[in-house]
């Protein structure tokens, strides 16, 4: 048996055992142990004896690969991003966002609901994780929302779609992960995300604003807030945007010259800043131990799926099954936007059976060398390409579009990890409540990918002037 028949026949065992249940981190690690075990052994020639030379050899690759990738600096990202918004949570800076969204557009049709969306967009410029931002707010909007008239579903919808904002807003997780496994510029990819994240918190403002105007009581506006109030609710959200400042910096100086160091040494001042802020609110230890604990553990689920999908991506590499995917792809008669389209949509349905970083640690591998063969190659100028970009702006375009499918992923039921949280939090609501809130959401995100598409400008300006 041919090694491309190997990776297709262990790639669809192992995609049944991840809908029937088992963890994308262990599902992937025992395919590809399996996979390099039987490719050795095909290669040995199926004799009886050479089986344990196989798996012997296969152990050794599979032991290797965690260590050699998870070494890298850049990973180091991870656990910092996702202190700063724990901490950021208990230096009480998300219910002084919160606040000051409230006051500020408060007055618009569905006003709570929409300072709830913009707050979680602020909150994940200092969060890089989803589940996090949707836990905090979830405390903080939820309860708000329901005191003035608010539909329960309908609020715990917004927090829950609101908390996806942190997979594209820097610092993002997601993104780290996706820049590491395309060997692209983690720091351009941050710079990406920035615009796109703006035009998402947008888009699902206006919606909110559309259904108040259109469903009677469906949002009241929230009013009686003077001008010095709402000027008064800024300098406590303050600290937020120094922190956002610092990230920028580090990975981009926008009055020109050299950035001022690298995107983990942003990560960490932003992190010690954010500390500082903390114990200056009165953090107590036990605040303390429980945000490293939260921390620690987010890090290591992260890590635990990166750890076992590598190891299935080195029996990738042995299969040749993204290469033989990217030829058959190039292949296709048809335009190279539809196809484009097509790969997109198939992300939204793996999305209603897997957890977003599972998803994209899986299927990268095989689908970004596929894109850029669409695109011409990563060695592509512009005036050459498919898409009418270069190789390396191809490869940063495709990745915010496809960490917004894993956005998009987070509320989908039935996995939604957002809505479980979300439900988890609220005694009063069940995930079925949760996932009929956030289904006006999907209209949103629609659109928002649609415009990504349509005009990738908006995701290449920032990147562009790095």
Same mark, same amino acid.
């Given at each position: 048996?041919?090694?491309?028949?190997?990776?297709?026949?262990?790639?669809?065992?192992?995609?049944?055992?991840?809908?029937?249940?088992?963890?994308?981190?262990?599902?992937?690690?025992?395919?590809?142990?399996?996979?390099?075990?039987?490719?050795?052994?095909?290669?040995?020639?199926?004799?009886?004896?050479?089986?344990?030379?196989?798996?012997?050899?296969?152990?050794?690759?599979?032991?290797?690969?965690?260590? +050699?990738?998870? +070494?890298?600096?850049?990973?180091?990202?991870?656990?910092?991003?996702?202190?700063?918004?724990?901490?950021?949570?208990?230096?009480?800076?998300?219910?002084?966002?919160?606040?000051?969204?409230?006051?500020?557009?408060?007055?618009?049709?569905?006003?709570?609901?929409? &300072?709830?969306?913009?707050?979680?967009?602020?909150?994940?410029?200092?969060?890089?994780?989803?589940?996090?931002?949707?836990?905090?707010?979830?405390?903080?909007?939820?309860?708000?929302?329901?005191?003035?008239?608010?539909?329960?579903?309908?609020?715990?919808?917004?927090?829950?779609?609101?908390?996806?904002?942190?997979?594209?807003?820097?610092?993002?997780?997601?993104?780290?992960?996706?820049?590491?496994?395309?060997?692209?510029?983690?720091?351009?990819?941050?710079?990406?995300?920035?615009?796109?994240?703006?035009? +998402?918190?947008?888009?699902?403002?206006?919606?909110?604003?559309?259904?108040?105007?259109?469903?009677?009581?469906?949002?009241?506006?929230?009013?009686?807030?003077?001008?010095?109030?709402?000027?008064?609710?800024?300098?406590?959200?303050?600290?937020?945007?120094?922190?956002?400042?610092?990230?920028?910096?580090?990975?981009?100086?926008?009055?020109?010259?050299?950035?001022?160091?690298?995107?983990?040494?942003?990560?960490?001042?932003?992190?010690?800043?954010?500390?500082?802020?903390?114990?200056?609110?009165?953090?107590?230890?036990?605040?303390?131990?429980?945000?490293?604990?939260?921390?620690?553990?987010?890090?290591?689920?992260?890590?635990?799926?990166?750890?076992?999908?590598?190891?299935?991506?080195?029996?990738?590499?042995?299969?040749?099954?993204?290469?033989?995917?990217?030829?058959?792809?190039?292949?296709?008669?048809?335009?190279?936007?539809?196809?484009?389209?097509?790969?997109?949509?198939?992300?939204?349905?793996?999305?209603?059976?897997?957890?977003?970083?599972?998803?994209?640690?899986?299927?990268?591998?095989?689908?970004?060398?596929?894109?850029?063969?669409?695109?011409?190659?990563?060695?592509?100028?512009?005036?050459?390409?498919?898409?009418?970009?270069?190789?390396?702006?191809?490869?940063?375009?495709?990745?915010?579009?496809?960490?917004?499918?894993?956005?998009?992923?987070?509320?989908?039921?039935?996995?939604?990890?957002?809505?479980?949280?979300?439900?988890?939090?609220?005694?009063?609501?069940?995930?079925?409540?949760?996932?009929?809130?956030?289904?006006?959401?999907?209209? &949103?995100?629609?659109?928002?990918?649609?415009?990504?598409?349509?005009?990738?400008?908006?995701?290449?300006?920032?990147? +562009?002037?790095?």
């Amino acid at each position: 048996m041919e090694p491309i028949d190997i990776g297709i026949i262990v790639s669809a065992g192992m995609l049944v055992t991840v809908v029937l249940g088992m963890r994308v981190a262990f599902a992937a690690g025992l395919a590809g142990l399996v996979g390099l075990t039987w490719i050795f052994w095909a290669k040995f020639g199926y004799e009886p004896d050479k089986f344990v030379k196989a798996l012997t050899v296969s152990v050794k690759i599979a032991g290797q690969v965690p260590h +050699s990738k998870i +070494s890298s600096q850049a990973l180091s990202l991870i656990p910092t991003f996702i202190l700063i918004g724990y901490l950021a949570y208990y230096a009480g800076l998300t219910t002084a966002l919160f606040e000051a969204a409230k006051r500020w557009v408060g007055w618009l049709p569905g006003g709570m609901a929409v &300072a709830t969306v913009f707050a979680t967009a602020g909150f994940a410029a200092v969060s890089g994780a989803s589940v996090a931002t949707a836990a905090v707010f979830a405390r903080i909007a939820i309860p708000e929302m329901l005191k003035i008239g608010y539909n329960k579903r309908f609020a715990a919808g917004v927090v829950a779609a609101g908390g996806t904002l942190a997979s594209l807003i820097p610092p993002s997780a997601i993104l780290v992960i996706y820049a590491i496994i395309v060997e692209q510029d983690v720091g351009k990819l941050l710079l990406a995300g920035f615009v796109p994240g703006a035009v +998402s918190a947008l888009i699902y403002g206006a919606l909110i604003v559309g259904m108040a105007l259109t469903i009677p009581n469906f949002g009241p506006p929230l009013r009686g807030f003077s001008w010095s109030e709402r000027f008064r609710s800024l300098p406590p959200a303050f600290p937020i945007a120094f922190v956002v400042l610092i990230i920028i910096f580090f990975i981009y100086n926008p009055f020109g010259g050299d950035a001022w160091g690298t995107p983990t040494e942003g990560g960490a001042l932003g992190a010690f800043v954010v500390f500082c802020m903390a114990v200056w609110k009165g953090m107590r230890w036990g605040q303390l131990k429980e945000a490293l604990l939260e921390t620690a553990k987010l890090a290591a689920m992260i890590f635990t799926i990166i750890w076992g999908v590598l190891i299935y991506v080195r029996f990738l590499g042995f299969a040749d099954l993204p290469g033989a995917f990217a030829e058959w792809i190039s292949s296709l008669q048809q335009p190279p936007m539809l196809t484009l389209v097509m790969i997109l949509l198939a992300y939204a349905v793996l999305g209603m059976f897997m957890d977003a970083i599972g998803m994209l640690l899986l299927t990268l591998p095989v689908v970004y060398p596929a894109v850029m063969a669409l695109n011409g190659g990563e060695m592509v100028s512009a005036a050459d390409s498919a898409f009418g970009m270069s190789g390396p702006m191809c490869a940063i375009w495709f990745g915010i579009l496809v960490v917004k499918m894993a956005e998009f992923c987070l509320i989908t039921p039935p996995i939604g990890l957002n809505c479980f949280v979300v439900a988890g939090v609220r005694e009063d609501l069940s995930v079925q409540d949760v996932f009929r809130g956030v289904m006006p959401f999907f209209i &949103a995100d629609a659109i928002t990918i649609a415009t990504l598409v349509a005009f990738p400008a908006i995701v290449l300006w920032l990147p +562009s002037m790095a």
